[in-house]
């Protein structure tokens, strides 16, 4: 990479910082261009380089915390697809636990942003509730499955998906805050079992 490259990539990357900085302390409608562009050290102009506005640049934030979600969801969902058993599921969701764990662990701020942002009124919210929906959705789809194959208890996959995404948010929530008991080991194996317990058919 030559240097006008490396200080584009120094200059994205600031932005980007500088943005997950303002955005947990002020939320995104407190969070401005002039703010971000301000705290990484460029012009206001050069945010524009980078980014087409505040929203573009807080998805691309969020997107690459739920992206992987998304993912791994998706492949837990086609994974699922082909299990037979009850005990066969067991696998998939411990892989596909691990996997959240991995994100949450791996981008903890920006986990913090996602998680916040959930709860609050206006864009930011509208925009992360918009991106959990679809893995609710997905949700939606694996419960609904195993119930058509019988290997789950007849049950609402809509309500039961809102409270697995539901009690998936509040402990990686819990575990970034460090509220007791809430270890990351101990998460993703806790809520499947008591998911896969409370609807065996």
């Known amino acids: 990479m030559g240097r006008r490259e490396d200080n584009k990539a120094g200059k994205r990357g600031r932005l980007e910082s500088a943005a997950l900085e303002s955005f947990l302390a002020h939320g995104y409608a407190g969070s401005s261009i002039a ?14 380089l980078y980014h087409r506005d505040k929203r573009a640049l807080f998805t691309a934030l969020i997107d690459s915390f739920l992206e992987p979600v998304l993912a791994a969801t998706t492949s837990a969902r086609d994974e699922l697809a082909g ?4 005990d066969a599921t067991y696998e998939v969701y411990a892989r596909l636990g691990g996997r959240l764990v991995e994100n949450v662990l791996g981008r903890p701020r920006v986990a913090r942003l996602v998680l916040g942002e959930a709860r609050a009124a206006g864009a930011g919210g509208d925009i992360v509730r918009a991106r959990i929906e679809r893995i609710e959705g997905l949700t939606r789809d694996i419960l609904a499955d195993g119930v ?22 509040r402990l990686a929530w819990a575990a970034l805050a460090g509220a007791p008991g809430a270890t990351t080991a101990s998460l993703p194996a806790e809520i499947v079992l008591l998911f896969r317990r409370g609807l065996a058919a």
């Open 35 to 48: 703010r971000i562009a301000a705290s990484a050290g460029v012009a206001r102009g050069t945010f524009y």
């Open 83 to 86: 299990a037979a058993t009850l």
């Open 148 to 169: 058509g194959r019988g290997l789950f208890r007849p049950h609402d996959p809509a309500a039961v998906a809102l409270a697995i995404v539901g009690a998936i948010e």
